[in-house]
């Protein structure tokens, strides 16, 4: 749905769009906006702006939907376009992935707080063992544990990591105490 907006003025109506129409395509007639309709008007055309699918084809659009499912299986983290294109396109996706993401954020800020291999391996068990069965993207959360760990590991943090913390009398012996 497409909407113009040819002027804005004030006119003997009283309605200051009285020339912003909407146009289904260029075949339609256009019907006027009126006080009922208009902030469904605003909507779309706000929606429109912001949905990253608005200037493309019929096939990059196929290809950009097909994209996010595939980043959404693999648990990879969403751009914020394809946030954008869930939000208007499919809002139940887009509350999936929203909750998600902050799950996965939250999973990443407790890797990055790890002193060991041993313990970063230990809070992903726990992150993964705590999926309600009753979670309606338990496959999307469980492919974005997934994926965030295989992120941690290969960074250089990760890799300084020892492989299990040191014990307090280890750590009293070194110092010669």
Same mark, same amino acid.
């Given at each position: 749905?497409?909407?113009?907006?040819?002027?804005?003025?004030?006119?003997?109506?009283?309605?200051?769009?009285?020339?912003?129409?909407?146009?289904?395509?260029?075949?339609?007639?256009?019907?006027?906006?009126?006080?009922?309709?208009?902030?469904?008007?605003?909507?779309?055309?706000?929606?429109?702006?912001?949905?990253?699918?608005?200037?493309?084809?019929?096939?990059?659009?196929?290809?950009?939907?097909?994209?996010?499912?595939?980043?959404?299986?693999?648990?990879?983290?969403?751009?914020?376009?394809?946030?954008?294109?869930?939000?208007?396109?499919?809002?139940?996706?887009?509350?999936?992935?929203?909750?998600?993401?902050? +799950?996965?954020?939250?999973?990443?800020? $407790? !890797?990055?707080?790890?002193?060991? @291999?041993? =313990?970063?391996?230990?809070? %992903?068990?726990?992150?993964?063992?705590?999926?309600?069965?009753?979670?309606?993207?338990?496959?999307?959360?469980?492919?974005?544990?997934?994926?965030?760990?295989?992120?941690? +590991?290969?960074?250089?943090?990760?890799? $300084? !990591?020892?492989?299990?913390?040191? @014990?307090? =009398?280890?750590?009293?012996? %070194?110092?010669?105490?």
């Amino acid at each position: 749905m497409m909407y113009n907006l040819a002027s804005i003025h004030k006119n003997g109506n009283n309605t200051i769009f009285s020339n912003y129409q909407k146009k289904e395509n260029c075949n339609e007639v256009s019907q006027p906006v009126t006080a009922e309709n208009m902030g469904m008007v605003f909507k779309e055309a706000i929606d429109s702006i912001f949905d990253p699918t608005t200037a493309m084809t019929d096939k990059q659009k196929e290809d950009f939907v097909k994209q996010i499912q595939r980043k959404i299986d693999k648990g990879e983290k969403l751009t914020y376009d394809e946030m954008q294109y869930l939000r208007i396109n499919n809002p139940v996706q887009y509350a999936k992935m929203v909750k998600v993401q902050m +799950k996965r954020e939250a999973l990443e800020r $407790r !890797l990055e707080t790890c002193k060991s @291999k041993q =313990e970063a391996q230990e809070v %992903y068990v726990e992150a993964v063992s705590r999926i309600s069965k009753d979670d309606s993207a338990i496959k999307e959360t469980l492919a974005a544990y997934d994926n965030a760990m295989e992120e941690f +590991k290969k960074t250089d943090q990760y890799s $300084r !990591l020892p492989q299990e913390e040191e @014990k307090e =009398e280890d750590k009293k012996s %070194y110092s010669g105490e």
